[in-house]
């Protein structure tokens, strides 16, 4: 390790100890801010993880998350809610596998494509399962409450952070490196590119998945119009892009702003949200378009530059 | 300009000190207004928002001991999305400082935001949520009030008007049955299979189509192949009027022809004119009742539409609820107005409302039916003003 590395990992440390104790500090409006917070920061890093090197853009993450969602709903009459998380990260990981031996040799369009519709086609079999057994919606009805969610999804967030960091400094981690800046190249090095890119693609599945089972007693109710919304999809995605996917700590930098900006924005012209929202992703498509991350490492550069010439 | 300001403040103090002290009462109102389930709400809910706020300051406000309160409604847009739900009704909650909280839309979003309701002791009276568990939620959320009734309710209803058209001998025993295969249609289709057994009818068809499905004729051809007595279909808005359509192609030739969500939609009655006439469908209101017949009148001169004839009025009679328990409470004090609340009966659009040991209203219409252009209840589980149904005769 580093010693750049080690500071690193203590100021993530103590930004994670940080932000666990904002239910102690704050009223429940800002927590409930913080849980959207820190629900999307787990999504959207993990989604860059995958999608950041290989630039391939899933849209899987409704799929992943609902799936999740269903996974508590179900498994919570049947056992303890502890032991629905890692069962859905087991779910969602081995879909993504199976999606990502599917899809990951073809070329990235087909990939989108293919995520997009995911959601959908997981929609459609639970609904087809439910009109065929009868069943209802779910109830989930627990005494968790939106400390205990908040802490969840924060540990979540912190292992996400983890194994970004861990796999960069990996074998896995640099296969990785080559091939989103040449597949050619990293196959010819006899790196086995498919397998790279499921083994990460079962990441964001996972994280997703969990997700989804954290937030399933929040909602109280389950159905496939609630567990499967391609919005949330799409809102990663923007998220990312807006942060930068290319540092571990990129999307972060963009979820706070964005969750702050939704909030004034559903706050301030209820009528207009929609509107407003897709206003903002154009101004940050057209003048963000390497996100945060790039216009806070061309001013480092300046700065140092201008270091330099003194 | 501080002159001025403060001479128009002091002529304002004058004008409010004359008679009763006059404060203003904040009303939060959640919804969708995009998203899937926005079409409804525009037709079910938001016009009854801006109705109530309007009957209310029209009379002066809520009446509260010596103070009258005008109502102001800050409205927030959950995009059908439960998380934007939960945000909302906690941001008018803890941002907006909302004195009362009128209920979300829908049964999925009305669950996702009671815990908030719950933990701060808002009373959510909702309207349009629709639960075949009312008593484990009544035990987890104490102030949460269900009035729509249940899936089991609808199609007992249902039931019961066949059997005594088939005694009348006006209808034979088959039934061809359609769902659309999400949630309520789902739901609905489970209740009536085993009902419709015990009851001595004969399913010679039964078929699901996914939501969303644009061409309804194979279904309806099928059902057409079967030659039923009967035609029901558990639907939801779009297939209601497509299914509707396809058995006037198909010259569907049945006694009782019925579909559920949004077939008392002023809308249904102007698309299809007379070939409505007879067609029956979920929900209804007793058409006769002044009070209702008054409520329309309003609905349509306010909001410059006409309102359904089943969820529109119980959405305007849970705001009424709301009103009258905080007039009746004789405070603002949330406590106290949920006391009122549990405690006492309501007399409302749709008549009067009664709740059950679940904080559940049992008395609700299950069935409607066109006769000559009006949406009539022809059943219900205990209302007033139920009419006799008439055989579906024709299409022309």
């Known amino acids: 390790m580093t010693a750049r590395d080690r500071r690193g990992v203590t100021i993530g440390v103590l930004l994670f100890a940080l932000a666990a104790l904002l239910p102690l500090a704050s009223d429940s409006y800002f927590l409930s801010i913080g849980v959207t917070i820190a629900m999307y920061t787990a999504l959207a890093t993990s989604w860059a993880l995958f999608s950041g090197p290989t630039h391939y853009i899933s849209l899987a993450t409704a799929a992943f998350f ?3 969602t269903y996974t508590t709903g179900i498994g919570i009459e049947y056992m303890p809610y502890w032991l629905t998380l890692p069962i859905a990260a087991v779910i969602g990981a081995v879909l993504a596998a199976l999606v990502g031996v599917a899809t990951l040799r073809l070329s990235g369009v087909y990939f989108v494509i293919f995520t997009l519709g995911l959601a959908e086609l997981v929609r459609q079999i639970i609904t087809w399962g439910q009109n065929v057994s009868g069943a209802k919606g779910l109830y989930v ?15 979540l967030s912190a292992l996400v952070f983890l194994a970004g960091f861990l796999i960069w400094r990996s074998r896995l981690g640099f296969a990785v490196r080559i091939l989103g800046d040449d597949e050619e190249v990293a196959r010819h090095s006899g790196i086995h590119t498919a397998r790279v890119k499921v083994l990460l693609f079962m990441i964001p599945g996972a994280v997703a998945a969990v997700t989804g089972a954290i937030l399933a007693p929040r909602y109280v109710y389950i159905e496939p119009a609630i567990a499967f919304t391609p919005m949330l999809s799409f809102q990663v995605v923007i998220m990312a892009l807006l942060g ?5 700590w990129g999307p972060v930098v963009g979820v706070i702003p964005f969750t702050f900006l939704w909030e004034a924005i559903s706050g301030t012209f209820p009528n207009q949200t929609t509107l407003l929202l897709g206003l903002s992703f154009l101004v940050i498509v057209y003048l963000l378009p390497r996100g945060f991350v790039g216009l806070i490492e061309e001013a480092r550069g300046r700065v140092s530059r201008r270091g330099a010439f003194a | ?7 128009t403040a002091l002529a304002a ?12 009462l904040t009303i939060g109102a959640v919804g969708p207004k995009t998203g899937p389930l926005a079409g409804g709400a525009a037709v ?5 928002v801006q109705l109530w706020a309007n009957d209310v300051n029209e009379a002066g406000g809520l009446q509260v001991g010596d103070t009258s309160y005008m109502v102001e409604i800050v409205e927030y847009d959950d ?11 906690q941001r008018l909650a803890t941002q907006d400082e909302a004195d009362f909280i009128l209920p979300p839309y829908s049964t999925g979003l009305n669950l996702a935001a009671a815990p908030i309701y719950d933990r701060y002791g808002y009373p959510q009276v909702t309207s349009t949520a629709n639960t075949g568990n009312v008593e484990d939620l009544s035990a987890q959320f104490p102030n949460l009030y269900i009035t729509l009734g249940a899936a089991s309710g609808m199609v007992g209803g249902l039931i019961d008007v066949m059997t005594e058209l088939r005694e009348a001998g006006e209808i034979g025993n088959t039934v061809a049955m359609v769902n659309v295969a999400d949630a309520f249609g789902i739901e609905l289709a489970e209740e009536a299979r085993p009902l419709f057994e015990e009851a001595g009818f004969e399913i010679v068809y039964d078929s699901s189509y996914p939501l969303g499905t644009q061409d309804l004729s194979p279904v309806m051809q099928g059902a057409a192949d079967a030659n039923p007595d009967s035609f029901v279909a558990f639907s939801y808005p779009p297939d209601t009027f497509a299914l509707t359509e396809q058995a006037i192609i198909e010259n569907l030739d049945v006694g009782v022809f019925y579909t559920a969500v949004a077939t008392a939609f002023p809308s249904y009655q102007e698309r299809f004119g007379e070939s409505a006439n007879g067609v029956m469908g979920i929900g209804g209101v007793n058409a006769d009742d002044p009070e209702f017949q008054d409520y329309a009148a309003r609905h349509e001169e306010v909001t410059g539409q006409a309102p359904d004839s089943w969820a529109s009025a119980m959405v305007y009679s849970t705001f009424q609820i709301y009103q009258q328990a905080i007039e009746g409470a004789g405070t603002i004090d949330r406590e106290a107005v949920a006391e009122y609340i549990a405690n006492n009966s309501f007399d409302t659009v749709i008549g009067p409302i ?12 299950t069935v409607g039916q066109w006769q000559d252009g009006v949406f009539r209840g022809i059943a219900s589980t205990g209302r007033e003003g139920e009419v006799d149904p008439i055989v579906k005769s024709g299409w022309e």
């Open chain 2, 79 to 89: 995009q059908t999305n439960p998380a934007q739900t939960i945000a909302a009704v």
């Open chain 2, 44 to 48: 079910t809910y938001w016009p009854n």
């Open chain 1, 141 to 155: 009805l627990t005494s968790i409450t939106e400390e205990h969610i908040y802490w969840q999804l924060t540990g």
């Open chain 2, 354 to 365: 009664e709740w059950d040991e679940n904080n559940n209203n049992p008395a609700y219409w």
């Open chain 2, 13 to 24: 103090l004058f004008a409010a000190g004359g008679a009763l002290a006059q404060e203003t």
């Open chain 1, 244 to 248: 930068g996917t290319g540092r571990l």
């Open chain 1, 66 to 68: 609902g799936i999740g």
């Open chain 2, 1 to 7: 300009m501080t002159r001025l300001l403060t001479g």
